[in-house]
């Protein structure tokens, strides 16, 4: 037996209690979507670094290495990825761990039993984890989480001239639509930031705070570092970020509930506060292509055009969606974090 569509439910859901929140529509939507296809890759609907080129992953695994060596090589270390996609980061991330001397026990927490093949067929021996609460506590944690945060479901507020609202999604026509919900929410919004004009919306993700909370509080009880690399901004903003797609075009983000993925932009500021409220260390927060640049993606380039002369153009084009201002370059941030006596890893500049 079929399952009902997504949008179906939503409006059955809608006639019996009314609107419901962005956070519950876009929770639900990426539930379905995950669980139901294949959204990486080129014949998919979006690409991420670690299939763009196997130089990201690489870098990655460097650079948890180096932070390893560094803090004296402990033992027990344990890696950990937050939503591994295919596996393919934790696969080159591992090769090149393993060239350093670096062999870690290998944790995927990833919910989907489709995804969950893929992984292991990228890594052999991997232990899942539907979240982090099993992962072991017997050594510090080498954490990397690429492309995680920004699907986790966001709530939006909005100034109204009756105060401030949640923004809710009711039935609209034939489809969906946003509306302000009747509950006031004036207290949920951070006193200097209320006297905003009306139309003014503020987004915030409950989830990635949650998220980071955790991985920072098992860093400062157990050592370890942490990556998190995803595209958002740095400084508190207003405004909806929200966006949906599907075949690497993007849509109307009410339009296909469960058929496109929905995301935000990340809220690196808040990250960061979050983080330090824990007692870790934050390295900094930077671009993506600073970051990989600093790492050394040209020269690693370079290497592999050498041993392939003929891949030149693939390896280069890829180098360049990966660093490139207008590409993937700027838009995309990384944040590490570091527990209190490990040490600072490469790449980071200490500015926010």
Same mark, same amino acid.
């Given at each position: 037996?079929?399952?009902?569509?997504?949008?179906?439910? @939503?409006?059955?859901?809608?006639?019996?209690?009314?609107?419901?929140? =962005?956070?519950?529509?876009?929770?639900?939507?990426?539930?379905?979507?995950?669980?139901? %296809?294949?959204?990486?890759?080129?014949?998919?609907?979006?690409?991420?670094?670690? $299939?763009?080129?196997?130089?990201?992953?690489?870098?990655?695994?460097?650079? !948890?290495?180096?932070?390893?060596?560094?803090?004296?090589?402990?033992? #027990?270390?344990?890696?950990? $990825?937050?939503?591994?996609?295919?596996? *393919?980061?934790?696969?080159?991330?591992?090769?090149?761990?393993?060239?350093?001397?670096? $062999?870690?026990?290998?944790? =995927?927490?990833?919910?989907?039993?489709?995804?969950?093949?893929?992984? !292991? /067929? #990228?890594?052999?021996?991997?232990?899942?984890?539907?979240?982090?609460?099993?992962?072991?506590?017997?050594?510090?944690?080498?954490?990397?989480?690429?492309?995680?945060?920004?699907?986790?479901?966001?709530?939006?507020?909005?100034?109204?001239?009756?105060?401030?609202?949640?923004?809710?999604?009711?039935?609209?026509?034939?489809? @969906?639509? @946003?509306?302000?919900?009747?509950?006031?929410?004036?207290?949920?919004?951070?006193?200097? %930031?209320?006297?905003?004009?009306?139309?003014?919306?503020?987004?915030?993700?409950?989830?990635? /705070?949650?998220?980071? @909370?955790?991985?920072?509080?098992? !860093?400062?009880?157990?050592?370890?570092?942490?990556?998190?690399?995803? *595209?958002?901004?740095?400084?508190?903003?207003?405004?909806?970020?929200?966006?949906?797609?599907?075949?690497?075009?993007?849509?109307?983000?009410?339009?296909?509930?469960?058929?496109?993925?929905?995301?935000?932009?990340?809220?690196?500021?808040?990250?960061?506060?979050?983080?330090?409220?824990?007692?870790?260390?934050?390295?900094?927060?930077?671009?993506?292509?600073?970051?990989?640049?600093? !790492?050394?993606?040209? #020269?690693?380039?370079?290497?592999?055009?050498?041993?392939?002369?003929? #891949?030149?153009?693939?390896?280069?084009?890829?180098?360049?969606?990966?660093?490139?201002?207008?590409?993937?370059?700027?838009?995309?941030?990384?944040?590490?974090?570091?527990?209190?006596?490990?040490?600072?890893?490469?790449?980071?500049? =200490?500015?926010?």
């Amino acid at each position: 037996m079929s399952e009902a569509p997504l949008s179906e439910i @939503f409006k059955r859901l809608i006639a019996t209690t009314g609107p419901i929140s =962005l956070m519950h529509f876009m929770g639900e939507s990426n539930a379905r979507y995950y669980s139901h %296809r294949d959204a990486l890759g080129a014949e998919g609907d979006f690409i991420t670094a670690p $299939e763009i080129s196997q130089m990201f992953g690489e870098l990655v695994g460097l650079w !948890l290495a180096d932070l390893w060596i560094r803090a004296d090589r402990p033992d #027990q270390v344990h890696y950990v $990825e937050l939503g591994p996609g295919r596996g *393919y980061l934790a696969r080159d991330a591992q090769r090149v761990m393993k060239l350093h001397g670096l $062999e870690p026990r290998m944790h =995927l927490v990833e919910g989907s039993t489709r995804l969950r093949d893929m992984q !292991l /067929a #990228q890594v052999p021996g991997a232990t899942f984890h539907h979240d982090l609460s099993s992962i072991p506590t017997d050594g510090p944690l080498l954490v990397a989480a690429n492309e995680f945060l920004d699907a986790l479901p966001v709530r939006q507020l909005v100034k109204t001239d009756e105060g401030w609202r949640e923004i809710m999604v009711d039935v609209a026509d034939d489809g @969906f639509a @946003f509306v302000a919900g009747r509950q006031p929410m004036d207290s949920a919004i951070p006193e200097a %930031r209320r006297e905003a004009e009306p139309g003014t919306v503020i987004e915030t993700c409950p989830g990635a /705070a949650a998220q980071m @909370f955790e991985v920072a509080g098992r !860093l400062a009880n157990q050592g370890g570092a942490a990556l998190f690399i995803d *595209y958002g901004h740095v400084q508190p903003r207003f405004g909806s970020t929200l966006q949906a797609v599907r075949a690497h075009q993007k849509l109307d983000p009410l339009a296909a509930p469960g058929e496109a993925d929905l995301t935000a932009h990340v809220d690196f500021h808040q990250m960061k506060q979050i983080a330090l409220s824990r007692g870790v260390e934050w390295m900094g927060t930077v671009t993506q292509g600073a970051w990989l640049t600093a !790492l050394g993606i040209n #020269q690693r380039a370079e290497a592999l055009v050498k041993s392939s002369p003929h #891949q030149r153009d693939v390896v280069m084009s890829a180098r360049d969606r990966l660093i490139a201002p207008e590409q993937m370059g700027n838009l995309f941030k990384v944040m590490g974090l570091a527990a209190q006596g490990w040490p600072m890893g490469a790449g980071f500049a =200490l500015e926010d």
